[in-house]
C-alpha cells in the first residue's frame, strides 16, 4: 500500500515522504497513529507541502552527514591490549569500543552498528568503514597494539609500518616455534 508518511518513521522515510510498505503495517499501525495517510492522488496534491519539505529536510541530512563523514575520515583510533605470541588478542576490540574511543577523540557520537560488524581479534593496523549513508563510507584507521608498546607507540618511538612488519614476522614464526617443540617433544 502506498502512503505518505506525517512524521518522521524509522528505516522507512522521513514526514512527507510518499512510501510503499506492508497493507497490515499500514492498516494496523501507521494509519491508526496518525503517522500516515492512504496516498490518493487528492491526498497528494493536498500534502505537496509535506513532500516539499520532506525533500529539503532530507538535503539538509545528507549535508550534515556529509560534514560529520568529512570530521571522522581517516581518524585513528590506538588501542593497546594484551595479546598471545601469535598475535591474536585475549578478547577482541568490538564495535562498541570503537564507537566509545571515537565519541572521546572527536566528540562525535556514532551509532555502533554503522561501523563494520565484524570484531577485531588481532594487532596492527586495520581500516574500518562506517556507514553513513548510501555513498558515504568514511574510514577509521584502528591500531591495535600491546600494552606495553601503547607509551612507545604514543610518543613516536614505534611507527605503524613496524607495526604490521612486526605482527606479519611473528605470525610466521609462530608455526616455525611449534614445529620445534613438537620434535623437541618426541625426542
Known amino acids: 500500500m502506498k502512503v505518505i508518511l506525517k512524521e518522521n518513521v524509522y528505516k522507512h522515510g522521513v514526514a512527507g515522504d510518499v512510501v510503499t510498505v ?4 499500514a492498516r494496523n499501525y501507521l494509519l491508526p497513529r496518525g503517522l500516515a495517510i492512504k ?8 500534502n505537496q507541502h509535506l513532500i516539499q519539505q520532506a525533500a529539503q529536510k532530507r ?6 552527514l556529509a560534514q560529520i563523514a568529512q570530521q571522522i575520515d581517516g ?6 591490549v594484551k595479546a598471545g605470541k601469535n598475535n591474536k588478542l585475549y578478547g577482541s576490540i568490538t564495535t562498541m569500543d570503537i564507537a566509545q574511543a ?20 588481532e594487532l596492527g593496523v586495520h581500516e574500518v568503514p562506517v556507514r ?9 584507521r584502528i591500531v591495535i597494539i600491546r600494552e606495553e608498546e601503547l ?18 614476522e611473528a605470525v610466521e614464526e609462530a608455526p616455525e616455534a611449534e614445529a620445534a617443540s613438537t620434535e623437541a617433544a618426541s625426542e
Open 22 to 25: 506492508a497493507d497490515g503495517f
Open 39 to 46: 496516498a490518493t492522488p487528492g491526498a497528494i496534491r493536498q
Open 59 to 64: 538535503a539538509a541530512l545528507n549535508d550534515q
Open 75 to 80: 581518524v585513528e583510533l590506538v588501542f593497546g
Open 102 to 121: 571515537l565519541l572521546e577523540k572527536t566528540g562525535i557520537d556514532i551509532n555502533r552498528r554503522r561501523i563494520s560488524e565484524r570484531p577485531l581479534r
Open 132 to 140: 553513513m549513508g548510501p555513498d558515504l563510507s568514511p574510514t577509521l
Open 151 to 168: 607509551a612507545d607507540y604514543l610518543a613516536g618511538k614505534i611507527a605503524p609500518e613496524q607495526l604490521a612488519l612486526e605482527a606479519e
